[in-house]
């Protein structure tokens, strides 16, 4: 009998391209060493685990061994990526920005990690399944709920009454109130849908130009999917920023206009 740690040969994931439950070979290995279905846990879950095992041996190896006096190249390539994300990030946010790096930074990792595992024929998106979207959605939702009510106080709650004054707020506030909240809880499922959409999409016209060209690499839809990989990482986290934006506290907001007219 073989032993339960043997590897299943490569070809064997692949083989019945046919099989309505075909996953990739590395999901197939997690399977086979661990004796689990793809019920008890799902190949997305997998593929979610391996992007952030990617993220953290990825940093590692790019930054190697900090240096304020000699930074090495990856490290000066990180710096740049950081600095561009927070200048980003203070734009819409102010003196705060700075506070939401240890959560936009990751997180954008992770979707860009994520979305393009798919380009590659041992992996596929994590993102390209709703599941996971929804859960990088409800993340950041309930992020910046958090966030506001931690710098705000219950007077987070005056977000959600669109700024109506005293009176109109006695007539109208119900209802603004209503729609607003209503409109911050379909946030995840917008962020979850527009991310799932567009990398299910891509995934899928990679198959479908990988069928077609079997023997030559298909440069071009591997630059194109590159392209939307990157492209939907920046919308998400771009949204995430302007919804982060809304929970800095509204005098602080008036100072950065007046500054900037300054």
């Known amino acids: 009998m073989a032993s339960s740690m043997t590897f299943l040969p490569f070809p064997l994931a692949l083989a019945d391209e046919g099989a309505a439950h075909a996953h990739p070979w ?17 190949p997305h879950v997998i593929m979610l685990l391996i992007a952030a095992v990617i993220c953290v041996v990825g940093f590692k190896l790019l930054v190697g061994k900090p240096s304020v006096d000699k930074p090495g190249f990856g490290q000066q390539i990180v710096e740049i990526i950081v600095l561009q994300v927070r200048d980003m990030v203070e734009q819409s946010t102010g003196k705060y920005g700075f506070k939401y790096l240890g959560y936009l930074l990751p997180l954008a990792a992770l979707i860009l990690t994520s979305n393009l595992m798919g380009l590659f024929p041992l992996f596929e998106s994590p993102t390209a399944n709703f599941n996971v979207t929804l859960a990088l959605g409800l993340m950041t939702f309930v992020y910046y709920m958090f966030m506001g009510f931690a710098q705000q106080g219950l007077g987070y709650l005056k977000h959600f009454t669109g700024g109506l004054t005293a009176g109109l707020m006695a007539i109208m506030g119900g209802i603004i109130f209503i729609f607003e909240m209503f409109s911050n ?66 005098d602080d907001h008036g100072h950065e206009d007046e500054h900037a007219h300054a």
């Open 185 to 250: 809880a379909i946030r995840p499922a917008t962020l979850a849908l527009r991310l799932m959409i567009n990398m299910f999409v891509d995934e899928q016209l990679g198959i479908a130009f990988g069928t077609i060209y079997q023997i030559l690499v298909p440069v071009l839809p591997m630059l194109l999917g590159t392209f939307v990989a990157v492209v939907q990482t920046f919308i998400f986290v771009q949204l995430s920023i302007i919804y982060l934006s809304e929970t800095v506290p509204h």
């Open 26 to 42: 590395l999901v197939e290995q997690v399977y086979h060493l661990t004796g689990l279905s793809d019920r008890e846990l799902p």
